[in-house]
C-alpha cells in the first residue's frame, strides 16, 4: 500500500503546515491559534485511539520514574500558582521565548513530532513461533 503510505504523508505534512502556519501567524494566546492546535491535538488522539498506537509497546517500568517525577513537579507548580497569585504559571515563563513566530512554530512542529512519534508506537504484538 504504497499510495496509502504517501497519502497518509502528505495529508501529515498539510495538517502540520496548517497548524505551524495558524500558530504563527495568528499570535500567541489568540483563538485562532487554539483552534489549529486544539483541533490538531485532537486529530492526533482520535487517530491515535482508533489506529490503536502503542498497544504493544513494551511496559516502560522503571525508565518512566523520571518521566513521572517531571509531570509530578509540572502539576505540583500549577497548583501552587493557583494558590499564591504572586507566582508565575510555566506558561507565563515561556511566554517571553514563545512571544517570536519562528520559536512559536519550532515548538509547535516539536509538539507534532512528538505526536507523530506516540503514533508510530508498535500497535500489534509480533507472533512468537
Avoid at 499570535?27 to 485511539?49: M, N
Avoid at 515561556?94 to 512559536?104: E, F, G, N, Y
Wanted: hydrophobic share 50%; proline share 7%; with cysteine.
Amino acid at each position: 500500500m504504497v499510495s496509502s503510505r504517501c497519502t497518509r504523508r502528505l495529508t501529515s505534512l498539510a495538517v502540520t503546515a496548517y497548524c505551524v502556519a495558524a500558530v504563527m501567524l495568528f499570535g500567541e494566546l489568540s483563538t485562532g491559534a487554539l483552534v489549529a492546535v486544539g483541533s490538531t491535538g485532537v486529530l492526533v488522539a482520535v487517530v491515535g485511539l482508533a489506529g490503536r498506537a502503542g498497544e504493544a509497546a513494551p511496559p516502560v517500568g522503571r525508565r518512566g520514574l523520571p518521566w513521572l517525577g517531571w509531570l509530578a513537579a509540572a502539576m505540583a507548580w500549577e497548583v501552587v500558582t493557583l494558590l499564591d497569585d504572586d507566582l508565575p504559571t510555566l506558561s507565563h515563563l515561556a511566554d517571553p521565548v514563545l512571544a517570536h513566530p519562528p520559536v512559536r512554530g519550532a515548538a509547535t512542529v516539536g509538539w507534532l513530532v512528538a505526536g507523530a512519534w506516540l503514533l508510530a508506537r508498535p500497535r500489534h504484538r509480533p507472533e512468537k513461533r
